[in-house]
């Protein structure tokens, strides 16, 4: 019997060789599949160096709350687009110095990076309102959202506040 085996490996030594790896590779991706968490469908939209916006879909992984879920889409916003074209909402690498939600307000709180000119970014009068409406577009129990920059609150005399009075002073600035 074991002559039988060992002729029928050398035989076949590469067909089963190739048959274990195909295996091994279908086990792999469905333990991948059933394993990884559940990633949701987000919409950016970011101006575009030659006037008008562009829209991006990008899968984020799911979080726990919805704080969390708000913290990695910023993050992600912040990272800019990916299309070659679209220019960055805020100055590349701004980070996060806090950010929470309470009844449906948000408050966020970027690093004072954000005042700082950047290369390809849009001036801050229309980068914080397009961070304000992808919020609103992707977040709809979002009422309200309250920035701030280094502790200080951007929009005190301004009213653009809310999802309706973002999207007038879009309309109003051409986007």
């Given at each position: 019997?074991?002559?039988?085996?060992?002729?029928?490996?050398?035989?076949?030594?590469?067909?089963?060789?190739?048959?274990?790896?195909?295996?091994?590779?279908?086990?792999?991706?469905?333990?991948?599949?059933?394993?990884?968490?559940?990633?949701?469908?987000?919409?950016?939209?970011?101006?575009?160096?030659?006037?008008?916006?562009?829209?991006?879909?990008?899968?984020?992984?799911?979080?726990?709350?919805?704080?969390?879920?708000?913290?990695?889409?910023?993050?992600?916003?912040?990272?800019?687009?990916?299309?070659?074209?679209?220019?960055?909402?805020?100055?590349?690498?701004?980070?996060?110095?806090?950010?929470?939600?309470?009844?449906?307000?948000?408050?966020?709180?970027?690093?004072?990076?954000?005042?700082l000119?950047?290369?390809?970014?849009?001036?801050?009068?229309?980068g914080?309102?397009?961070?304000?409406?992808?919020?609103?577009?992707?977040?709809?129990?979002?009422?309200?959202?309250?920035?701030?920059?280094?502790?200080n609150?951007?929009?005190?005399?301004?009213?653009?506040?809310?999802?309706?009075?973002?999207n007038s002073?879009?309309?109003?600035?051409?986007?």
């Amino acid at each position: 019997m074991k002559k039988i085996i060992d002729w029928l490996f050398k035989q076949y030594r590469c067909r089963i060789v190739l048959f274990s790896l195909i295996v091994f590779v279908m086990l792999f991706s469905t333990v991948y599949f059933f394993c990884m968490p559940e990633k949701v469908r987000r919409t950016f939209v970011f101006p575009l160096n030659s006037g008008g916006l562009v829209t991006e879909i990008r899968y984020l992984a799911d979080g726990k709350n919805k704080e969390s879920d708000i913290k990695v889409y910023v993050q992600e916003l912040l990272l800019g687009p990916q299309n070659h074209r679209g220019m960055n909402l805020l100055t590349p690498g701004t980070k996060i110095n806090n950010i929470f939600v309470r009844e449906d307000v948000l408050y966020v709180d970027f690093a004072e990076s954000a005042l700082l000119p950047g290369m390809n970014t849009v001036d801050n009068l229309l980068g914080l309102p397009l961070i304000e409406k992808n919020v609103f577009t992707n977040f709809k129990n979002i009422d309200t959202i309250i920035l701030y920059i280094n502790g200080n609150i951007v929009y005190e005399d301004w009213d653009i506040l809310t999802e309706k009075s973002v999207n007038s002073f879009l309309k109003e600035q051409g986007y």
